[in-house]
């Protein structure tokens, strides 16, 4: 209560023109206390907000870390982009263990970001190549059929698909 007392009297003092230095003074002093003191707490919650954020940040990156191995040791993954003309043999040795023809097998047609498409055309019995597509799936790649046209020849099924292989 005394320092409002101070204050007061010092702000009447100035109002009549005076001029007292020990409560001018005092002022000075309580204002700079209060803005340290307002600095301090500023600084304070800056500091919990980047020790919040860097807990975040652990957090995410250990999650990520454990998470990015099961995705790499799972059956249909990404591959890398060198892997692709890799994973389009195994398909075309799979649908020659289903006892179909490859008339063409692995054409490329193009890429966008995501993955590479390829062209494939298979001749054989309507079993095996059902067989086949039932079965598409290649060890360790993700796949997208992105177009499947079927045409009946003479009791064979002819057979051109459009395959999307996903890549990193």
Not at 86 to 96: P, R
Not at 135 to 148: F, N, V, W
Request: proline share 1%; glycine share 12%.
């Amino acid at each position: 209560m005394a320092l409002m007392e101070k204050l007061h009297r010092a702000l009447a003092g100035l109002s009549r023109g005076g001029f007292d230095r020990h409560l001018c003074r005092d002022f000075l002093l309580v204002a700079l206390v209060m803005g340290m003191g307002v600095l301090c707490c500023i600084t304070f919650w800056q500091a919990g907000e980047a020790r919040a954020s860097r807990i975040h940040m652990e957090e995410v990156v250990s999650t990520y870390s454990s998470q990015v191995s099961g995705v790499n040791a799972s059956a249909c993954r990404a591959v890398e982009a060198g892997q692709t003309s890799e994973v389009m043999q195994d398909i075309a040795g799979k649908a020659q263990d289903y006892g179909l023809r490859v008339e063409a097998g692995g054409k490329h047609l193009y890429g966008d970001g995501s993955g590479e498409v390829y062209e494939m055309k298979l001749m054989g019995s309507w079993q095996r190549t059902a067989g086949f597509l039932e079965h598409l799936q290649p060890k360790d790649a993700l796949l997208g059929i992105r177009m499947l046209q079927m045409k009946g020849t003479e009791g064979q099924v002819e057979t051109e698909l459009q395959v999307k292989i996903f890549t990193k």
